[in-house]
């Protein structure tokens, strides 16, 4: 049998990964203590706005909070120059 020569680049392109995909563990982990964290603060609050001020529960002020925070950095990531 003939043995097929691969470059180190051709290899790493072939070679399937092994192992837990460590990003997807390290998001589900910080998602869940999201989670935890903003049920454990129920209690509501006000939210002073420009011109009103509003009384939400603490749990949409922080999950608000993080879903604006992920948005931004979406967009950043997104319209950012390549060097």
Do not use: C, H, Q
């Amino acid at each position: 049998m003939s043995e097929v020569k691969l470059s180190r680049r051709e290899y790493k392109a072939y070679k399937p990964k092994r192992g837990p995909n460590w990003k997807i563990i390290v998001v589900a982990i910080l998602l869940v203590l999201l989670g935890v964290f903003a049920f454990i603060n129920r209690t509501v609050v006000k939210v002073n706005f420009l011109f009103t001020t509003i009384d939400l529960p603490l749990i949409l002020v922080i999950l608000a909070s993080f879903v604006v925070g992920a948005l931004v950095s979406l967009l950043i990531y997104t319209f950012r120059k390549p060097n």
